[in-house]
């Protein structure tokens, strides 16, 4: 049951404002993410079901546990439960599109001459994004898993990038899914029991996509720059100066003439100077002049 909150005046008062204080900093310390007071119903609605898994009375003695000796595993739990992991198939379409159009033919001839192709979903979530991904790159360049052709798709959240793994979604989830997409890539299956329909991701795309943990705060152990990135509706969540810190991230982890995807809420904002050039809707492609380019 989720815990009656006491507010005061429109505020979160007494010791509900003291847990959602403890939450909120720990959230913010280790995944970056910046939760206003108002949202405060919502954080311990999420918490509710990790106070009944460990047994705890309240939102106080959860905050016990978490800072005590025994919670940093407790951290991870806490990170995956407040974390939103909204998204769907082919979300802002226009991205996919000018993928297609725009970004892969000439990546699809850099792979047929032997060179290394590498996208970066960031962010991924249960898997929506990258496997939207590898169906527009595998439509555009069948033989793509022949080549040198990877997608890495990363999140914070160990739980979800497991759903993520397996491919198996709710018949529901693939109706934003193009007809021939879905007759190409989905095959049917059954829940454990045999009781509900779903749907799941079939080999050929799972042949491409490789899923790992990733904070964005933390180090990034990737040892060579991408062709793309998408990183969408996830900066969104984080503090200006955490986002500053960020923007030089990606344009480093970007090749020359790389392309970067954000969120419809997201933009490069007007202080970054960098090599990143807007091209289309959220879309920035890295510019180095010729006489300055390094090598991918």
């Known amino acids: 049951m989720t815990p009656?909150?006491?507010i005061t005046n429109g505020e979160l008062a007494g010791k509900d404002r003291r847990h959602f204080d403890v939450i909120s900093t720990i959230a913010r310390s280790e995944a970056g993410l910046v939760i206003p007071p108002e949202k405060a119903p919502m954080v311990f609605a999420r918490l509710a079901k990790r106070l009944r898994s460990l047994g705890l009375s309240d939102a106080g003695a959860y905050c016990e546990f978490i800072t005590g000796p025994d919670g940093d595993r407790e951290r991870r739990h806490l990170i995956s439960a407040?974390?939103?992991?909204?998204?769907?198939?082919?979300?802002?379409?226009?991205?996919?599109?000018?993928?297609?159009?725009?970004?892969?033919?000439?990546?699809?001839r850099r792979a047929r001459r032997g060179e290394r192709i590498r996208i970066w979903s960031a962010g991924?979530?249960?898997?929506?994004e990258?496997?939207?991904?590898?169906m527009t790159v595998l439509d555009a360049f069948p033989d793509a898993a022949e080549h040198d052709v990877r997608i890495l798709a990363t999140d914070i959240d160990s739980q979800i990038l497991e759903t993520a793994r397996k491919g198996h979604f709710e018949e529901d989830r693939f109706e934003p899914i193009p007809t021939a997409?879905?007759?190409?890539?989905?095959?049917?299956?059954?829940?454990?029991?045999?009781?509900?329909?779903?749907?799941?991701?079939?080999?050929?795309?799972?042949?491409?996509v490789r899923f790992r943990e990733l904070n964005l705060l933390g180090d990034w152990p990737m040892r060579h720059p991408f062709d793309v990135i998408f990183c969408r509706n996830v900066v969104i969540y984080f503090d200006q100066e955490t986002q500053e810190r960020l923007w030089p991230r990606f344009e480093a982890a970007?090749?020359?003439?790389?392309?970067?995807?954000?969120?419809h809420s997201?933009?490069?904002?007007?202080?970054?100077?960098?090599?990143l050039r807007p091209v289309a809707t959220t879309t920035y492609r890295r510019h180095i002049p010729s006489n300055c380019a390094t090598p991918a």
Do not use: W
């Open 124 to 128: 991924c979530s249960n898997g929506s």
């Open 130 to 134: 990258p496997y939207s991904i590898a």
């Open 266 to 275: 997201e933009r490069l904002p007007p202080a970054f100077h960098g090599t």
């Open 181 to 208: 997409y879905r007759m190409r890539f989905l095959k049917s299956c059954a829940d454990a029991d045999g009781t509900a329909k779903r749907l799941q991701i079939t080999d050929e795309l799972r042949r491409i």
């Open 4 to 6: 009656a909150l006491t």
């Open 82 to 108: 407040l974390t939103t992991n909204v998204t769907s198939f082919f979300r802002e379409m226009h991205h996919f599109e000018y993928l297609k159009a725009q970004v892969l033919p000439e990546l699809q």
């Open 254 to 263: 970007c090749k020359p003439s790389a392309h970067l995807f954000l969120g």
